[in-house]
């Protein structure tokens, strides 16, 4: 039987006052969060993180030679152009590793999700236009931190007990760097670090962060609750998550290229109806990003301060370059030759943000919301605040009606979706490496259980752990990139030499003797 309610001194249709109490005493939670979410924020993407960002982008660049430029034709033949005519790119494994293409697709369902369209719009409100330029420059040089990242991923990676490939950041840092005399500890601490963070990164932009924005457009767009949203997401997410790598690569490899081909599709189609103000657009991109002042007005040189900060992050947020989180679904790839997986990434960072994200900013500053004098954003359209996550769906309103603002909710909740099955392989490494094989299995269950706690967490918290979550994973595995440097170099010229030079020098796959024969006695991929 249930006990009588307490009397109460509020009419009885208003919430009971332990309601009340309780939803107060969340908010302070959520406040105190936030308050030290900000505190740890200002560290990690302090100027100081984002010069190291950008220090070791320049130094990869130089020490390949321009790698990305020098060898452009090669490595888009070898990559996108290969998965038209070479079916080892494409064909699937018997083994437990996956084929390039399915690494690619994988690794592009975790970097194009909803930083892609939110993030881009993000950037454009807090930064301007100038903002688009260094996201620009940070994908360039990005490049050549994602191809490092992945040519080091192949030559530390190991197989565990199930004939799996275990590569990544930690792997590197563990065994590349803790190699150095008397950085054996270091290399494991930081590898360790590493694996915490990546496990606190799966969470927020892996995972809340993406069925957040999931649930606030189904909600905007076709009126479905954010519970419900997170429910149904949940289910799907658990679905092919428990069936592991090889049913989450193969779920990618169907959805990543339709939801890139649909979403081109429709910002060509904005681009197209919008190409007179191709000038325009691109003018106030250049000169906002050497802008003195703010958008918002403010002292000089703010403007390119900001400009160059929501650039920067927002440009990492995206393509991911420098994080090191890639690198572990590129790890089980069947190539053996470090830098043909290494090619792969420099593709993967293209593709998301100079091909993805530049759609995105013209469909935006193209459609009038933005004034491309001042570089300001109207604050309401048709008496609708306009925010970062409605910004691009206004966009498509305006000239396709509710049918684009339906595209676009599509658009995310694909996007978001496969962002969520690549970063659930990635914590599934991350608990691999800190708890073993055998523990895997709670870090999932646990990771399907918080889809639907992002789709109702407030939007700027979310959105702000990940970013925080971003750094803190990003200062490790950049450290790793900067010491292993010249091995990247080592590798890189041998495969030059080799290809390019007709050299007969030793092939280098392995930093470890046992895998480098295994690799020398198997034909190469596409021989």
Known sequence: MRKPPRPRKRPPRRAPKAIAEAEEASGGF????????DTVNGVVWGVPALILLAFVGILMTALTKVFQVSHLKHWFRQTIGAVFKDKHVTGHTADKSISQFQSLCTALAATVGTGNIVGVAGAIIFGGPGAVFWMWAMAFIGMMTNYSENVLGIYYRRKNSHGEWSGGAMYYLRDGLGSFKGCKWIGAALATLFSAFCLLASFGIGNMTQVNSIAGNMDTVFGIPSWVTGAIVMILVGLVVVGGLKRIAAVTEKIVPFMVILYMVGSVAIFITNIHQVGAVFSAIFKGAFAAKAAAGGVVGYGIKLAIEWGMKRGVFSNEAGLGSSVMVHSNSNVKEPVKQGMWGIFEVFADTIVVCTLTAFSVLSSGLVNLETGRT??????????????????????????????????????????????????????????????????????????????????????????????????????????????????TKNYVNRTFRGSKEKPMYSAFPDVQAEQESSPDVGE
């Open 378 to 491: 109207l604050a309401e359209y048709n008496g609708v605040a306009l925010t970062k996550a409605n910004l691009v769906s206004t966009v498509f309103s305006i000239r396709f009606g509710w049918i684009g603002s339906a595209f676009i909710a599509v658009s995310i909740a694909l996007f978001a979706f496969s962002t969520v099955l690549g970063w659930s392989h990635y914590g599934t490494k991350a608990a691999e490496y800190l708890l073993g094989e055998k523990r895997t299995i709670p870090y999932r269950i646990l990771f399907v259980l918080l889809v639907f706690g992002g789709a109702v967490m407030g939007d700027n918290l979310a959105w702000d752990l990940a970013d925080t979550f971003n750094g803190m994973m990003m200062i490790p595995n950049l450290i790793g990139v900067i010491a292993l440097s010249g091995v990247v170099m080592k590798i």
């Open 30 to 37: 959520l406040d105190s969060v936030a308050k030290i979410n």
